[in-house]
């Protein structure tokens, strides 16, 4: 994925704001529509996007003019999960295949759509999930759905902490990052 991302030439731009829609409309701009794209949404006020690197100053311009909103060009390797990562996922096809009579025995929610697994949709959500917006912020609202009490993330600067305290503020969170914060579980 690394060698695919660095012959892209492509940056991530993480915009922080409460008009996500706006964005969405400036995304469907011809100008734009084969140049950006969502990558994630990771909270309902905050998402990241790919876009080709030629572009990167003129966007956050853009954005900015449009108002209310923050960006932040994010040190990545490129732009994962969008159509940008389309080689790279054509390389992942034939080793998810080896998982493809696998069960599927706990819920797992898959960044592709938020929603759970199933025997039936296990490869197509997994080939999608490269290529595709992951949806971070729909997962902890349906894992909320599904009667999690208390979130668990595990990250070593603990930002995942942050995004999901920032969605669903009223659970338990718990971010571990060391082994001694595994021992404490």
Not at 129 to 153: C, P, R
Request: proline share 3%.
């Amino acid at each position: 994925m690394s060698n695919v991302c660095k012959s892209q030439n492509t940056v991530m731009v993480a915009v922080l704001g409460d008009n996500i829609d706006s964005i969405n409309k400036l995304l469907t701009l011809e100008k734009w529509k084969h140049n950006a794209f969502i990558a994630n949404m990771n909270t309902h006020n905050q998402i990241v996007i790919g876009l080709e690197s030629s572009l990167e100053n003129e966007f956050i311009i853009e954005i900015e003019r449009i108002g209310c909103f923050i960006c932040i060009p994010l040190k990545v390797d490129g732009a994962f999960h969008t159509p940008f990562m389309h080689e790279a996922n054509k390389r992942f096809l034939p080793f998810i295949e080896q998982f493809k009579d696998e069960v599927v025995k706990e819920k797992v929610l898959a960044n592709y759509d938020g929603s759970v697994y199933t025997a039936k949709n296990l490869l197509f959500k997994l080939s999608k999930q490269m290529e595709s917006t992951t949806y971070f912020a729909k997962i902890v609202d349906n894992m909320v759905n599904l009667g999690v009490k208390k979130f668990i993330t595990i990250c070593p600067n603990r930002s995942l902490m942050k995004l999901v305290k920032n969605i669903q503020p009223a659970y338990e969170i718990i971010n571990v990052s060391t082994t001694e914060d595994i021992k404490k579980l």
